[in-house]
């Protein structure tokens, strides 16, 4: 059986827009994907310009999924927060999006290491 076909939205880079990276110097930002179904990968951000708003699940079985790097990066800004090590769960549901539900939700979790340097 394959897999379903992952149908997700282009999505804006609210991030960039919004200023909350103007606050900042720089930054480095490690995320982690690990789970069952997951395709385990390291993203490594170290340019405020490379920072993006969504990171997708991996999953092949996820539809709809992935994490808000957005969210936890504005919620450091907002809390003058230097230092983040925590664990963001994937949003999306596993199945074919074609057959109706109800869907399990994706098991995957993604690992995030953050540091800010602030202006």
């Known amino acids: 059986m394959k897999p379903p076909v ?8 609210l991030i960039a ?4 990276l ?4 720089r930054l480095r930002v490690i995320v982690k994907e690990k789970g069952r179904n997951a395709e385990p990968f390291d993203l490594r951000i170290y340019a405020k310009e490379a920072v993006r ?4 699940c991996n999953n092949p079985l996820c539809f709809n999924g992935g994490i ?11 809390g003058h927060q230097e230092d ?14 074609d057959e109706g539900g109800p869907y399990p939700s994706c098991d995957t979790r993604f690992e995030i290491e953050a540091t800010l340097w602030f202006l």
């Open 22 to 25: 103007d606050k900042l110097e």
């Open 68 to 78: 808000s790097l957005g969210d936890v990066l504005r919620e450091m800004v907002r």
């Open 53 to 56: 708003e969504h990171v997708d």
């Open 6 to 13: 992952k149908k997700r939205p282009v999505r804006k880079n």
């Open 84 to 97: 983040f090590i925590g664990t963001s769960f994937c949003t999306g549901q596993e199945g074919d999006p």
């Open 17 to 20: 827009i919004d200023g909350t």
